[in-house]
């Protein structure tokens, strides 16, 4: 009978230990993970600087793998999709981004853009307004650049 406690015992301890590395190791993976993604995201912006968009796609699409709540992410990769012309695409990443952060006033503004670029005017007017209410002077700046931009 001594045997048998003994042994649960054991069990009990072993069980116990392996819980602790558990608990240990799992926050350090999400660590490497988050950190892998940043570096993705770091190499997607240079390669946009060097308007390689594709390639920065890419590198967002890896980091968005890895990290499936990276705002940041979604919204590079809409930025690229918004350069290469991919209009539908760069709305899909920008509204993920409001999703995940419905104060991302980049992401409205980008949004709306490429609303307008979609002929989808309600819906840009309806992103224009949410971004003013987020911030009103920056709003009305994007909205002015782009007016000048498009020839109206």
């Not at 570096?39 to 980091?63: G, M, P, V």
């Not at 809409?78 to 209009?87: A, E, I, Q, S």
């Not at 990443?93 to 670029?117: G, M």
């Amino acid at each position: 009978m001594k045997a048998s406690h003994k042994t649960k015992k054991m069990i009990l301890l072993r069980y116990n230990r392996i819980l602790i590395l558990l608990i240990l190791f799992l926050p350090t993976q999400s660590v490497f993970a988050q950190r892998s993604s940043t570096s993705y995201l770091k190499a997607a912006i240079e390669a946009t600087n060097k308007k390689k968009y594709t390639e920065a796609i890419r590198f967002c699409d890896t980091a968005v793998k890895i990290n499936s709540t990276f705002v940041e992410a979604y919204f590079h990769r809409g930025f690229n999709k918004l350069k290469l012309k991919d209009y539908t695409g760069a709305r899909v990443d920008f509204t993920i981004c409001l999703e995940l952060n419905r104060n991302s006033l980049s992401a409205y503004l980008y949004r709306a853009y490429t609303n307008q670029k979609l002929g989808n005017t309600w819906e840009a007017g309806q992103d224009y307004l949410s971004a003013r209410k987020i911030d009103a002077l920056e709003t009305l700046a994007f909205f002015t650049l782009n007016l000048f931009r498009s020839g109206v």
